[in-house]
C-alpha cells in the first residue's frame, strides 16, 4: 500500500511522535510512503534550530534520520514555513534574514505537494491538528 503521510502537530507534541512511529511500521511492513508533508505547526519538526532536553526523546532529529535513512520526499509546506520563521538558504536570502533552520533533507514546497500526494496515494493518513 502507499501512503502519504501529513503532520500539522510541533515536534514535541505526541502526535508527531505517533506518525514517526507509523511512518517507520509502514516501511517495515513492507509498504511505501509517496510523500511526508509537514503543515501548520508540524513544520517545526524539520527545524534544526530544536533543542530537546536531555530527558526527551530528539523526534526531530529522529525525523530527519528517518527521511535521511530511507531517502524518503519529505516535504515543509512553505507558506506555514516563512510564517514560522523555518526558513532554508534561499528564502533567508530572498526575505533578507541572516537565520537558516532548515537543513537537508527537507525541501520546502507547496501545499499543492499535498494534493498531489493524496492522489498518487492508496491512503492519506493525517496526525495532529485542531
Known amino acids: 500500500m502507499k501512503f502519504a503521510i ?14 514517526l512511529l507509523f511512518a517507520q511500521a509502514a516501511l517495515a511492513g513492507g509498504h511505501e510512503i509517496v510523500r511526508l508533508f509537514f503543515y501548520q505547526d508540524g513544520v517545526h ?14 523526534v526531530p ?4 534520520e528517518f527521511v535521511t535513512q530511507h531517502g524518503l520526499d519529505a516535504v515543509v509546506c512553505i507558506a506555514a514555513a516563512l510564517r514560522r520563521g523555518v526558513l532554508d538558504e534561499q ?10 533552520n532548515l ?3 527537507w525541501e520546502l514546497s507547496g501545499l499543492g505537494q499535498l494534493h498531489e ?8 493518513v493525517c496526525f495532529g491538528g485542531n
Not at 6 to 19: G, Q, T, Y
Open 103 to 105: 537543513p537537508a533533507p
Open 6 to 19: 501529513a503532520v500539522f502537530s510541533p515536534a514535541h507534541a505526541p502526535s508527531s511522535r505517533r506518525a
Open 45 to 58: 519538526s524539520a527545524s534544526g534550530n530544536i533543542v530537546t532536553p536531555q530527558d526527551e526523546q530528539d
Open 61 to 64: 532529529a529522529q525525523w530527519r
Open 117 to 124: 500526494a493524496a492522489q498518487v496515494a492508496d491512503r492519506l
Open 91 to 100: 528564502e533567508a536570502q530572498r526575505y533578507q534574514r541572516t537565520a537558516v
